[in-house]
Nanobody, 132 residues
Framework: QVQVVESGGGSVQSGGSLKLSCTVSGAPFSYYCMGWFRQVPGKEHEGLAALDSEGSTSIADSVKGRFTVSQDNAKNMLYLQMDNLKLEDTAMYYC??????????????????????????WGQGTQVNVSS
């Protein structure tokens, strides 16, 4: 059973920065696509950033230049560095993952952005509140 836990959320002022962390355990396969998505009450899930085991990375246009996704394989961690935060970034942020037994059999990073629930597994979320 895969377990995903996000942390690092909080309240920041517009223009500030925040770094989210995601710990993944129980991965059934060595190959993956992992990423971040967010949701505001009443709105659809929005894919933000994703990377995979083959080195591909995708960033949503809405956060490109401000958000960066990275990983630490030794610690089974995924990160989302958020800079120059804006009021509209206020949301619940989730980390998701899709695993596969061979390279490129998992969902693509572009698919992760367009349909983040395709990850199949994600964490409880961490709230990010941006104020002026």
């Amino acid at each position: 059973q895969v377990q995903v836990v996000e942390s690092g959320g909080g309240s920041v002022q517009s223009g500030g920065s925040l770094k989210l962390s995601c710990t993944v355990s129980g991965a059934p396969f060595s190959y993956y696509c992992m990423g971040w998505f967010r949701q505001v009450p009443g709105k659809e899930h929005e894919g933000l950033a994703a990377l995979d085991s083959e080195g591909s990375t995708s960033i949503a246009d809405s956060v490109k230049g401000r958000f960066t996704v990275s990983q630490d394989n030794a610690k089974n961690m995924l990160y989302l560095q958020m800079d120059n935060l804006k009021l509209e970034d206020t949301a619940m942020y989730y980390c998701g993952a899709d695993f596969a037994p061979a390279p490129n059999l998992h969902m693509t990073t572009d698919q992760a952005l367009g349909a983040p629930l395709g990850f199949g597994v994600w964490g409880q979320g961490t709230q990010v509140n941006v104020s002026s």
